[in-house]
């Protein structure tokens, strides 16, 4: 299989102009405004400030999601797993800033028909539509640009590449939002799946450690990064009687620390694991930065083996989680089987 960087050139050669055949059309035409009814809370504002963003991240936006499906594989990671997280990892955008270009474009392109053909006689009908506030192409294509504050945008003929830049900076911009709030959506604080996430990245862009392992090998550490696993810090939300259990709450069956079973106590902490963890940093005390390293507190060490660039700590890295989750399956196994009464 192709490295990560070849999958996703793959899939802009040969899926993406598949999936856009006709976007200069439809793509405005799938965007409406909120109601201006929206909660005053940090939700209901992001979402006033982002009515782009978040209308075409929703999952009825089909290509979008065939797009991520796409990049979720790529991972080996599950279809649940946090979007913004999936983005950032790839250094993906969504596929609308690449549609409003393009539509953008086409609007030049119309401008510049003959006055007799098809083409200008439809712009001239936009055109008369708009005017008299009626629903058209014209009228949403508008409507975006003054939400994402480009209306000035058709006083500039290079507009499209720039619509493209300015439409990334503010993906980034929300992606950067959503990492930071500590709210979930339904309101419960410390509720933010990105909470781990946001300890180590920093930066919108592909991640070094995609295209230097296999697979298999690269998916283990996408899965711990990225929150996409087993631990009870994300299987635990919600109670049997669907109460939410406070992240605090989530606490390690495997070990007597009482501490929350979150990914840096699973790879830096647990006991459970301590056999695992001393065989994991003999091996990396080969490194040539070890020496300054072994003295760092838990979490800086936690972000220094997560953001590692170097292929043999990365390989070291994947195997030790591996093995963790391995042993991790059968200790939960054991812990289920003498719960369970005798009958
Ligand atoms: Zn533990």
Redesign the pocket.
């Known amino acids: 299989m192709p490295n990560v960087a070849t999958s996703m050139h793959l899939f802009d050669a040969i899926i993406k102009p598949i999936l856009l055949y006709g976007c200069e059309i439809w793509s405005p035409l799938n965007f409406r405004d909120l109601k201006q009814n929206m909660p005053e809370n940090f939700w209901g504002k992001l979402k006033m400030d982002f009515q782009v963003e978040t209308r075409y991240e929703r999952s009825d936006f089909h290509i979008e999601r065939l797009h991520l499906i796409y990049c979720k594989y790529l991972l080996g990671i599950r279809k649940n797993a946090h979007n913004l997280a999936i983005y950032s990892e790839l250094g993906r955008f969504p596929l609308y800033t690449e549609a409003l270009r393009q539509s953008v474009k086409f609007y030049y392109h119309l401008q510049s028909t003959p006055i007799s053909s098809l083409a200008n006689k439809a712009l001239l009908a936009n055109q008369a539509l708009n005017t008299n506030n009626a629903d058209c192409w014209l009228k949403s294509l508008n409507r975006i640009m003054t939400q994402t504050d480009l209306r000035e945008w058709y006083t500039d003929k290079s507009a499209s590449k720039k619509v493209h830049l300015h439409l990334r900076e503010r993906f980034k911009n929300y992606w950067y939002k959503r990492l930071q709030t500590d709210e979930a959506k339904t309101g419960q604080k410390g509720g933010n799946k990105l909470r781990n996430y946001r300890r180590f990245k920093t930066s919108f862009q592909q991640e070094a450690y995609l295209n230097c392992l296999s697979k298999q090998k690269y998916s283990q550490i996408a899965k711990l990064r990225i929150g996409c696993h087993a631990l009870k810090i994300e299987t635990d939300r919600f109670s049997s009687k669907s109460k939410y259990i406070d992240p605090e709450d989530r606490t390690?069956d495997?070990?007597d620390?009482g501490?929350k079973?979150d990914e840096l106590?699973?790879l830096m902490?647990?006991?459970?694991y301590k056999e695992e963890r001393t065989q994991y940093t003999d091996k990396l005390k080969d490194c040539p930065s070890w020496g300054n390293l072994q003295n760092l507190e838990m979490e800086p060490m936690f972000i220094w083996l997560l953001t590692n660039e170097n292929q043999v700590v990365l390989e070291h890295t994947s195997h030790f989680i591996s093995e963790c989750f391995e042993k991790r399956s059968s200790g939960i196994k054991l812990l289920g089987d003498k719960s369970t009464p005798k009958t």
């Not at 902490?269 to 459970?272: D, R």
């Open positions: 390690c495997l070990c620390l501490n079973e106590h699973f902490e647990c006991p459970y």
